[in-house]
């Protein structure tokens, strides 16, 4: 039996597209930062390339241990002038900071972890492996919501996503590692912009 995440974690990776609150539990990820503009920066294409590259070569080398669907892409996105969300379109992308992530189940631990970054480096001889980590990471309280658009239309649903917190009784607690999230749930070399699948998440308090 192949184990999708997506679909036992419903409310992780399915939430409506009405903004709702979760608590976040501890999640496993490979992880890699990186800045400027991920639509024209190659730095973010090799960090792409790199997560996808180990995580399916951690799939590859433990079908014995577990047979799992991948995990989807996500990202962690800052800006490098203090930006603390609210829905503003960002018009210089090179701004971005971002780390892109692949959630990794349980078994992956660090032995894992470096057996296949050591796979990797045999098939393709040159790639940078140490710009990869696998980190553990605990979102905790958060509000969320499905984007279904372009990513370029989101600052509509931000705004939307925040103006619930807000009414419920909630803060955005943008700083240090908590940071707007995003969950890509389609491929947009496969799917129309206007049908892409994006879950959008903030970090909340109490007021």
Known sequence: MTID????????YQPK????????????????DGKGDPN??????????LLYGLAYAIKMGNKAVLEY??????GFWDVADNFKGGGAAITDKRKFVWTML???????????????????VKKRPGIDTSKARLETITEGLCVQVMHIGAY???PATVKMLDRFAADNGYVIDMGGDRRHHEIYL?????????KLKTVLRHPIQRA
Not at 17 to 26: F, L, N
Not at 186 to 194: G, I, L, M, N
């Open 5 to 12: 995440y997506k679909k036992i974690e419903k409310e992780l």
């Open 17 to 32: 597209t009405s903004p709702s609150v979760i608590d976040v539990p501890e999640m496993r990820f490979i992880a890699v």
């Open 40 to 49: 024209t920066n190659a730095e973010y294409t090799s960090a792409v390339e």
């Open 69 to 74: 669907v991948v995990l989807p892409l996500e």
């Open 102 to 120: 692949i959630r990794q189940p349980e078994f992956v631990t660090d032995e894992v972890f470096e057996k296949a970054k050591a796979t990797l």
């Open 152 to 154: 370029d239309d989101e």
């Open 186 to 194: 389609s491929d947009p070399r496969k799917v129309a912009p206007e």
